[in-house]
Nanobody, 122 residues
């Protein structure tokens, strides 16, 4: 059984930075695609970023492109989401997800982290 444990997040002022971590256990992390999604209050969960099993071809939602970076280290079973130049509209609960294909569709991801709150306010 795959488990994803998230850390990071919190409260930051506009323009600030945060880094989210997602640690996987259970099966070979190096075979999994990883993505980040977020859900703001009153809104549907939306795609943020994804990365292939080998770290190639990261993909981003237009709203975060140029500000967020997804990365991974298969030796550490860990993926990260570095968030820079944060805006109030980035406020949401962020989820990491793992599956067999790096696509922007949440239904394609089998395993999910517990979620972590990111609040951008100042």
């Amino acid at each position: 059984q795959v488990q994803l444990v998230q850390s990071g997040g919190g409260l930051v002022q506009p323009g600030g930075s945060l880094r989210l971590s997602c640690v996987e256990s259970g099966i070979a992390f190096g075979g999994l695609a990883v993505a980040w999604f977020r859900q703001a209050p009153g809104k549907e969960r939306e795609f943020v970023a994804s990365i292939r099993y080998n770290g190639n071809n990261p993909d981003y939602a237009n709203s975060v492109k140029g500000r967020f970076t997804i990365s991974r280290d298969n030796a550490k079973n860990t993926a990260w989401l570095q968030m820079n130049s944060l805006k109030p509209e980035d406020t949401a609960v962020y989820y990491c997800a793992a599956g067999w294909a790096a696509v922007p569709t949440e239904g394609r991801y089998t395993w999910w982290g517990q979620g972590t709150q990111v609040t951008v306010s100042g």
